[in-house]
Nanobody, 122 residues
């Protein structure tokens, strides 16, 4: 059974940091790219970052470049999203998703986690 489970969300003050984790089971993580997406209330789901399966190439949406870092540890079957310098605009439910190759549209991903809430507020 394919499963992705996110963890690490929570409430953080502006300027703070969080590290999200996406734990994979039921499939070979090495063969899949993992994307992180977020959705704020009333907004479209947005791609945040992606890490490829082949060479570990990484991609970021402009709004998080220099603040977020995606990494993968296939031996641990886990992908991380380190988020620094958080601001209110980062508040959203964050999801990880799997696909053979990174893609910009969330509609192209095959497997999804249940999401983890990130709230940035003082």
């Amino acid at each position: 059974q394919v499963q992705l489970v996110e963890s690490g969300g929570g409430l953080v003050q502006p300027g703070g940091s969080l590290r999200l984790a996406c734990a994979a089971s039921g499939f070979t993580l090495d063969d899949y790219a993992i994307g992180w997406f977020r959705q704020a209330p009333g907004k479209e789901r947005e791609g945040v970052s992606c890490i490829s399966s082949s060479d570990g190439s990484t991609y970021y949406v402009d709004s998080v470049k220099g603040r977020f870092t995606i990494s993968r540890y296939n031996a641990k079957k886990t992908v991380y999203l380190r988020m620094n310098s958080l601001n209110a605009e980062d508040t959203a439910v964050y999801y990880c998703a799997a696909r053979r190759r990174c893609a910009g549209s969330w509609r192209l991903y095959d497997y999804w986690g249940q999401g983890t809430q990130v709230t940035v507020s003082s």
